[in-house]
């Protein structure tokens, strides 16, 4: 059937498990969990957005491929977006999801120990799908609670980025460049603060001519508008703009889960004196920095 | 200085955490941690999109008005957005934010402990930023991890809605219908998917000339394009639409919070035989339900 591209080649995904693997066995790790799906679609590729239930990459010392294990209806965005074969997408039923009773971490232990069956095994503990009741309960079912922590060692993958990922990067940054110029050109005394967000999501999901924007769990528009424009991660208000008002845009713009953000304030009218003296001492820091 | 309007009046407010206490006294709660943002929210009106670091509202059974405690940086969003007096914003220091010495919830631990010196303490334990690691530094702080589990409380609280809340959901409805049809409208052979994806979006952000649109955390387009249209949560590729091609939308439009969620199918071209049948098995299923 038609597919979905994943955003890399087989040989680059292949590679980041490599590497991971050497981390593995310098700290005597046989079977990894990884619970972030950031991290999940870092090795496979795999597009879900179903971290509201247990879902993990499974990556065994001694094989090339890691394996996603699943609710059974995530397995066709699996088939639709991961570069692994079928036979490497596992599930465990859907009677275990919003179950009171039962507990996907007991299905899910079983086709771990499967594939390790007494392997020291290391989880992302700050993987927010496991959370206290889900430690518990993987625990129990795996027969241990000795987890060696591997919060962080995908972050430490990321941190050198490839040919391959910097094009992804460069080009979120020349639509959320774009995203900004539109969204300063809508401000106007009179214009709805919810019709300016709504000109740069347009932008931000658009991208340009030649590529198309992405989308992506977290906001990509707050744009806190008026006096409360120094606090963080607000977004519009039901208001309209008005002369001598501020707007603090932080923007970001996505291809294939690379992110470019780009902060501007934008003042209507004739910024106070203070304003002034606020932005100097912020670019002055900035060019010290 | 000029503030956000709070989405419900300050009787609302005191009303849920009327309930709330009236739950807490049945099951012998003296002060109730509320982790999950969105509670945090419905109680007090706090806007801050900040639940990627410790931050909560308690609740104390002998006080009219809850707490917020936050990252001090937030507390400018809690002056902007809620109802609650500046008194009743606590606040710990920047210091404790990605340190990997220091636990933020040691001094929130003090701060609830200087209004519940020697209480009872609920928790909501599945509260995504509490965690493993969370759990154990908010237990140790505190001098006990013997917590009331408060999973599900302000849920049913919520069941039941206010004339104020039905309003939002209806004019949410009303949002998520225009922005239906214009992404119906937007698909042509030839067209970008990402076009379609933006032209949503720009509807669902700007609302109708009567009430704006809103923001969310969770995605608010899901539209998988193609055979991969059986995928759940997918959303847009790169591609172009073609004939014979099926978009699954999956649309939710946001008036404070309160969210109207709205599906359809598109076939571009004569569906097939199989995708009639479908169509009318789910049909049948739905008006038999």
Same mark, same amino acid.
């Given at each position: ?5 994943? =955003? ?6 292949? =590679? ?9 066995? @310098?700290?005597?790790?046989? =079977? ?31 094989? @090339? ?22 036979? /490497? ?45 889900? /430690? ?64 740069? =999501? /347009? ?6 001519? @030649? ?65 002034? /003296? ?12």
């Amino acid at each position: 059937g038609e597919m979905l591209v994943p =955003a890399f080649s087989q040989e680059e995904y292949r =590679a980041r498990t490599t590497r991971l693997r050497q981390q593995m066995a @310098e700290r005597g790790i046989d =079977a990894l969990l990884v619970l972030n799906e950031g991290n999940m679609n870092y090795l496979t590729g795999y597009e879900g957005f179903s971290d509201y239930v247990p879902q993990l990459v499974l990556v065994c010392q001694d094989e @090339e491929d890691p394996w996603l294990i699943l609710r059974e209806m995530d397995t066709l965005c699996a088939d639709a977006s991961s570069y692994l074969p079928q036979s /490497h997408v596992l599930s465990y039923p859907e009677k275990y999801i919003a179950s009171s009773q039962l507990s996907a971490w007991q299905p899910i232990a079983g086709l771990v120990r499967e594939r390790s069956p007494s392997g020291c095994i290391g989880v992302e503990l700050s993987g927010k799908i496991l959370g206290l009741k889900g /430690h518990a309960a993987l625990g129990k079912s795996l027969g241990t609670s000795e987890f060696i922590d591997a919060d962080g060692m995908i972050s430490s993958l990321k941190a050198i980025k490839s040919p391959a990922e910097l094009t992804y990067m460069e080009q979120a940054g020349k639509i959320v460049d774009r995203a900004m110029q539109v969204g300063r050109l809508a401000i106007s005394v009179g214009a709805r603060e919810c019709d300016v967000a709504a000109t740069i =999501a /347009h932008a931000l999901y658009a991208g340009t001519p @030649e590529f198309p924007g992405g989308t992506s769990r977290s906001p990509l528009v707050t744009m806190p508008v008026g006096s409360p424009g120094a606090a963080p991660h607000l977004t519009w208000t039901d208001g309209f703009y008005k002369m001598g008002c501020q707007t603090n845009f932080e923007l970001g713009a996505v291809r294939h889960r690379y992110c470019c953000a780009l902060s501007r304030t934008v003042f209507l009218g004739e910024p106070t004196a203070r304003s002034r /003296h606020v932005h100097q001492a912020c670019l002055d820091g900035f060019l010290a920095a």
